[in-house]
């Protein structure tokens, strides 16, 4: 269970993450919803130990990610799809994450084998699509088989079969008991994997709850709508 | 297995999968290689020392600096690497206590420079016994193992120093310029010329303690003197960079 607590980030004046506090429950694809600039990353950031928020807490399974043992046997997180070598192969990188993290040197070519790129296991990083290094994020943040996964906009760069494969395998993760927590920003493929939702914007909670109670109550045909919705919502308060 | 054992482990197999440390393990023995031919074909001209004196072999053997050259660039784009190519944010998010990282991937670098080193001295010292043979000289000055461990010593400590420059900049080119410029600029230039007495004390004149042949009545520092003040500066620099990562934002 991932909980964020009146989480606060600041950058100079501009404040990015505002007392954001919700839940994410196992067994359920959780989306973390919001414009460009809306605090989603830097929440995720705040969550994984990599920016230290100036208030507030971002816990899994009630411990702070930095104060996990060995967070990658728990937590898969695949935050940015450039993050690579792009001398190494597909397999060498693996084989690296799961030498620092004292996974089984096995396990690399299940997870290549799990996200389709089994076949191109030794090709050079630099050489593969923006899509295949998509897959390759998802492979690293696999690697430990975690109970919580927390990915960063993983439908960018995927064309439209790989969008349905990431859709059933994230459905899959969550089936077997799994916390799935995923940002983006594409609502329309968003809308077919979510159970439930945490929209916000300027850093600030605007809605959490299950899709369908909260389309339902806000009247809205479908998540896009519902979204569009909140969000206007939100500029008008502000304003 | 511990942390650090796991974490070492991979920052091996991270040298192993760059091209980077091999070219220039390559290059350092090629420079070294160069430098004892030319030494050789110089003996005796233009104020070289004549073949098969102490002073001209110990001319054919300051190899310390191309070993200390190459394992700064190793360290400084084994460090500087990881937030060229992003790496750092997965190597993070596995060892979320940064200390580890800096740690592992010392020893890793640690190690190849001890190897880089050693092959760079031992070939160049195999390749200028040759020569010396081929002119039938056959024996090598009392220096000259002093300064095959004082190489190995310098170049694995730069090395370190390296690979604390690139946490601290974050950019291999940075690091690269910042450490050229203070050798040149802050050491040689400046403080060479206005306060020599205190040039021996700093990164190149410990340094050159332990690579060059010793001078009699030359001010510099005793080898293990000089290994001291090298180590020193050494884990200064890499406790600065566990400071400098543990309270950065990564990504």
Known sequence: MIRVEHLTKRYGAVTAVDDLSFDVTPGR?????????????????ALLGLTTPDGGTATINGCRYRDLSNPARYVGAALDNDCFSPGRSASQHLQIMASAAGISSRRPAEVLELVGLADSARRKVGGLSLGMRQRLTLATALLGDPEVLVLDEPLNG????????????LRKLAHEGRTVLVSSHLLAEV????????????????????????????????LEDLFFDLINDRKLEVH | MTAIVRLTRAEFRKLATTRSYPITLIVAVGLALLEVAAVAMAAGRNGVPRLGSAAGTNQMLKLGAICSVAMLVVGIMAAGGEFRHKTIIPAVLISPRRNGLVLAKAIAVGAAGVVLSSLTFGLGLATAVAVLAFRHFHHLPADTWRLYAGSVISGTLFGLIGVALGFITRSTVAAALGAVGWVLFGEIVILGTMAPHLARWLITGASMALTDPAVPGASTLAPTTATAVLSAYALALLAAAVGVLARRDIG
């Open chain 1, 29 to 45: 694809v959780t989306g973390f919803l919001g414009p460009n600039g809306a605090g989603k990353t830097t929440t995720l950031r």
């Open chain 1, 158 to 169: 995927l064309d439209p079969d790989g969008i349905r494969w990431m859709r059933e395998l």
């Open chain 1, 191 to 222: 809308a077919h994997t979510v159970d439930n939702v945490v929209v916000i914007a300027r850093g600030r909670q605007v809605a959490e709850g299950p899709v369908a109670a909260l389309t339902a109550s806000h009247h809205s045909d479908n």
